[in-house]
């Protein structure tokens, strides 16, 4: 948590003045309240003419006012953050602020409390307030009790380092209304020169003007002679306090303090030997006189060349060379990068792997076709070319040893045979051609590579019906393959058939098409 204001910690002992002791300040214990140190107690200092002489006396050791009075108070009126309030007691008591109680205690030793030495017993403590608002802290006991003082945090400003200026009486700056002595008889006060007001009454002001100051403390003198007087701050804040004291001269006290102010603008500080709630308070010392006092007054304000020293020694920071884009945008765009990047490699992924699928069927292709050449025997040429009709009807003979055709004969001393008549005649059988290739590759292959005979022409290429032929169209038998070389020729051009058939729908399944293979029944 970064602070808003600049804390400066007040240490107030029990005979500053800004305490308003009740019922009364001095008196008797059982009735009300009593000033005293811990090595010097008032019944000693009695005893002591030459202290007796000058009307006041000197306190050794811790100083505290205490009370044997049930329902005594001590009250502190303040502007500040925090309030810590030391003591001792056997006795209940109770503390407020701003009329609510308030039960938080300290643990003794602590800072705020620790200039009492082991005196102190009890702590009782107030944080996180207002800091700019008026509060006022109460302490009530119900039996003994030992009051030591308090410790106030002030609002001194923005944070950072502070300095206090103080102005003593001898500065110009001093504005002097009605009578003031000058007074140098206290070593004790700041360069031994502090002012007195030398008639009580409300034309006695003295006032100072300033400016750049967050905080201020006013100090001056608490003794016997010393009564009631009245601080205004601005013209509009009045307070009442009462210096007196009995026995004990409190030199460079505190009178008045004030936190909080606006260092930009001009303030003024005004004592007035006077207060309107006493207008007529009974002198108690013996010169018959009520006064107040001048000492000095500080002024707490910004160390701004310590500051500006810190600065400078400082290291300047390098001037940023980023582009002002923000770290969440630069994340963002070297996600999406990589995302990018990632899509890109498992598409390159996905293409390298099917090109290579595809190669390694491309070679599994041309493994088959390689063994198919190797295994397979070659496709027998045709007697003839060409396909127009559909279908065909071919007379088969083996009656006789020839037969006759007004086409010319083809050379056929290569099938030529010599062959027995038989004598039935086979009856005429008819011959679907699927597929004109299949039965070009049944007729075997002419030496002479032409066949002239038309009846053959057209049975090859299926351009109509071939009738059986007449006893003068005969010729030798030699010039037609026997019987078994037709079942040969036909079995291996079903084979091939059937083959590449396989082949064609085994590439199919192999490129993904995954339908089985059908095999017709030829």
Same mark, same amino acid.
């Given at each position: ?200 009454? *409300? +034309? =006695? ?5 300033? #400016?750049?100051?967050? /905080?201020?403390? $006013?100090? &001056? %003198? ?96 390098? *001037? +940023? =060379? ?5 770290? #969440?945008?630069?994340? /963002?765009?070297? $996600?999406? &990068? %990589? ?184």
């Amino acid at each position: 948590m970064s602070l808003t204001f600049q804390p400066y910690n007040l240490t107030l002992p029990s005979f500053s003045p800004v305490f308003t002791y009740l019922p009364f300040r001095d008196g008797a214990v059982s009735q009300g309240w009593n000033s005293s140190y811990t090595d010097y107690t008032v019944t000693s200092a009695i005893l002591n003419e030459a202290q007796e002489a000058t009307g006041y006396m000197r306190g050794v050791g811790t100083a505290y006012r205490t009370t044997a009075f049930d329902g005594a108070s001590v009250i502190l009126n303040f502007t500040g953050s925090a309030i810590y309030f030391c003591f001792s007691t056997e006795a209940q008591y109770t503390f407020t602020l701003d009329g609510q109680t308030v039960t938080t205690t300290g643990h003794i030793p602590d800072d705020a409390c620790a200039g009492y030495g082991s005196h102190v017993q009890q702590m009782s403590v107030a944080t996180g307030l207002q800091q700019n608002a008026t509060h006022s802290a109460t302490l009530q006991g119900s039996g003994a009790l030992s009051f030591f003082g308090a410790t106030v945090t002030m609002n001194a400003g923005q944070p950072g380092p502070k300095k206090t200026h103080i102005i003593d009486t001898t500065d110009p700056g001093w504005s002097w209304e009605g009578i003031w002595v000058v007074e140098t008889d206290d070593t004790y006060m700041w360069n031994g020169v502090y002012r007195s007001g030398g008639i009580y009454s *409300p +034309s =006695t002001v003295a006032s100072y003007t300033f #400016s750049g100051a967050s /905080a201020i403390i $006013l100090r &001056g %003198l608490s003794m016997f002679n010393y009564g009631p007087y009245t601080i205004t701050l601005d013209g509009t804040e009045t307070s009442g306090f009462n210096a007196s004291d009995l026995w004990w001269r409190h030199s460079e006290t505190v009178l008045y303090f004030a936190s909080g102010l606006d260092p930009s603008v001009s303030h003024t500080v005004a004592v007035t030997n006077y207060d309107p709630n006493n207008p007529n308070p009974v002198p108690v010392g013996p010169a018959g006189a009520i006064q107040a006092s001048v000492g000095t007054l500080t002024l707490i304000m910004d160390d701004t060349a310590t500051r500006d020293a810190v600065l400078s020694a400082s290291p300047v920071p390098a *001037p +940023s =060379t980023s582009s002002g884009v923000s770290v #969440s945008t630069i994340v /963002a765009a070297v $996600l999406g &990068g %990589l995302l990018l990047l990632m899509l890109g490699v498992n598409g390159f992924l996905i293409y390298a792997w099917r090109r290579l699928r595809m190669e390694m069927l491309s070679m599994r292709y041309d493994t088959n076709m390689a063994m198919e050449k190797d295994v397979l025997p070659p496709v027998p040429m045709p007697y003839a070319l060409g396909a127009q009709q559909p279908s065909s009807v071919a007379l088969l003979s083996a009656e006789s040893s020839s037969q006759t055709s007004s086409a010319p004969t083809p050379h056929t001393s290569s099938y030529m045979v010599n062959v027995q008549p038989r004598p039935e005649k086979r009856a005429p059988r008819t011959v679907t051609n699927r597929n004109s290739v299949e039965l070009r590759a049944m007729l075997p292959n002419d030496d002479v590579g032409q066949v002239g005979n038309e009846n053959l022409q057209r049975a090859a290429t299926g351009s109509g019906t071939v009738y059986p032929r007449s006893q003068s169209d005969t010729r030798s038998v030699g010039s037609t393959p026997a019987l078994g070389e037709l079942v040969t020729g036909l079995s291996a051009l079903l084979n091939t058939h059937l083959h590449q058939e396989y082949v064609q729908r085994e590439n199919q399944h192999s490129a993904g098409m995954d339908i089985p293979p059908e095999y017709r029944n030829d």
